[in-house]
C-alpha cells in the first residue's frame, strides 16, 4: 500500500534521505499504549538512578541519548568499559563518532543479536528514533541489569516504511518490546521449572547462570565477595576477621556454593540478618562440616518459607548445579530489584538477562 498524508504519524521522517532502506514508526495508538507509557518510565527511572552519583539527569529518552553521552556513562557504570572519548560531543559528526564507539563495545557487550540486527543502530538513535532507543534500551537493562523488572508483554503497532525508485510502500506491523515475565513462563511450561532450563540450549542455560553470578556479586559486595563462575562454583573470600568491612587489597581464598558459607552469608544479607559464626563452619574443611552448612542454609530457606520443594543437602555439597540453580534462583525471585549496584564504580560485574523458565 502507498503511505499518504492520512497515516497517522507522529512526525513525518524526511523520507527521501534514506532511499533503499526502511523505518519503523510507532503509530500514535500505540504510543498512548499505559504499557508503552509504563515502560518508558521504568527506563527513565532505571538511567537516572544508575548515573545519580555522576550527577547525569535524563528527562526524555527520545530527546537526550542521541549524542552518546548518557550511553557512554551508562557502558561504564553498568559494564566497567570505559572508553577513551570526548566527554561531551558538540558537532554531529563527533556525537556520530562517539555514537559508533559506544554501539561497537556495547555490541561486543551485550553479546550477539539473535533477534533482528537492525532494531538499533547508529544511524537511528542519533536520529531520535523512539523505536530504535526502546529496543537498545531493553536489551541494555535485560543483560547488564538482570534485577530490573521490565513491564512484560510491551508491543507497538508500527508503520513499517520503506522507500523505493515507484515510491513509498508501507505496512502496519507488531513489534515486541518485552516478551512474558519468567513467571508467566514457568506456569507456562508447568513441570519443574529448573528442569526446564537445563533442557534449553547451552546459551540459554549460560545466560542464566551469569545473571545469578551478577546477583550474588552485588548483594555480597559489602563483605568483600565475589563468584566468579558458577560452574567452577568459586569466589574471592577474604580472612574471617576482616568480613565485615568494605573490599581491599586482601588476599583471597577459594570458597564454593558447596561449604555453604557463601550461601549462610548471602541469605543473611537477602532476608536482613546474622547467623552466628558459632552455628557453622566458616573455613569447613572436610565432607561433614560443609554438610552441616549446606544444611543449616537449607533449614533457613524452608523456615522462610522459600522452598517449595525439599532438596538434598549433599546435592549441593556434590556441586550438582541443578540443586544449586534451585537454591539461588528461589532468593533470586524474591530479591531481585531490591539489590542497588554499589556506588563509585569501585565493584563492576558483568550482566546478563533475568533468568527467564
Known amino acids: 500500500m502507498e503511505a499518504g498524508p492520512e497515516d497517522g504519524r507522529k512526525e513525518d521522517p524526511d523520507l527521501h534521505s534514506f532511499p533503499g532502506e526502511r523505518r519503523k514508526i510507532i503509530q500514535p495508538t500505540s504510543l498512548r499504549d499505559p504499557k508503552l507509557e509504563k515502560l518508558k518510565e521504568v527506563l527513565l527511572d ?24 548518557v550511553l557512554h556513562h551508562l557502558l561504564a557504570r553498568l559494564a566497567g568499559v570505559r572508553l577513551p572519548l570526548e566527554e561531551i560531543a558538540l558537532s554531529s559528526s563527533a556525537q556520530v563518532h562517539k555514537l559508533q564507539r559506544v554501539l561497537r563495545e556495547l555490541e561486543r557487550t551485550l553479546g550477539p543479536r539473535e533477534d533482528d540486527p537492525a532494531r538499533w543502530s547508529v544511524e537511528l538513535i542519533h536520529q531520535k528514533d523512539l523505536l530504535a532507543t526502546l529496543h537498545l534500551l531493553v536489551a541494555m537493562a535485560t543483560r547488564l541489569q538482570p534485577e530490573l523488572q521490565l513491564p ?51 546459551h540459554k542455560v549460560d545466560v542464566v547462570k551469569k545473571a545469578l553470578v551478577n546477583f550474588v556479586n552485588q548483594t555480597m559486595f559489602s563483605l568483600g565477595l565475589q563468584v566468579a563462575d558458577l560452574d567452577k562454583q568459586v ?33 543473611g544479607q537477602l532476608e536482613g540478618f546474622f ?22 542454609a537449607l533449614d533457613l530457606l524452608s523456615d522462610l518459607g522459600l522452598l517449595s520443594s525439599p532438596i538434598d543437602p549433599q546435592d549441593i555439597v556434590s556441586q550438582d548445579v541443578s540443586a544449586t540453580l534451585r537454591v539461588l534462583l528461589t532468593l533470586f ?19 546478563f538477562p533475568a533468568p527467564e523458565l
Open 275 to 296: 547467623v552466628p559464626l558459632c552455628h557453622y563452619s566458616l573455613t569447613p574443611v572436610n565432607q561433614a562440616e560443609m554438610l552441616h552448612n549446606v544444611t543449616l
Open 333 to 351: 525471585r524474591k530479591h531481585r530489584g531490591t539489590r542497588e549496584p554499589p556506588e563509585g564504580g569501585a565493584h563492576k560485574t558483568e550482566g
Open 46 to 69: 532505571w538511567i537516572n538512578r544508575s548515573l545519580k552519583v555522576e550527577h547525569i539527569v535524563v528527562q526524555s529518552l527520545e530527546e537526550d541519548l542521541y549524542d552518546g553521552l
Open 235 to 267: 569466589c574471592g573470600y577474604r580472612p574471617p576477621e576482616t568480613i565485615t568491612s568494605k573490599p581491599s587489597d586482601d588476599p583471597v581464598r577459594v570458597l564454593q556454593f558447596a561449604d555453604g558459607v557463601i550461601l549462610l552469608l548471602l541469605i
Open 152 to 202: 512484560a508483554d510491551v508491543q507497538v503497532e508500527v508503520l513499517d516504511l520503506q522507500v523505493s525508485r515507484n515510491g513509498i510502500k508501507s505496512e502496519v506491523t507488531t513489534e515486541v518490546l518485552t516478551g512474558p515475565s519468567s513467571d508467566s513462563l514457568c506456569k507456562s511450561h508447568g513441570g519443574d521449572p529448573v528442569d526446564h532450563l537445563l533442557n534449553q540450549e547451552a
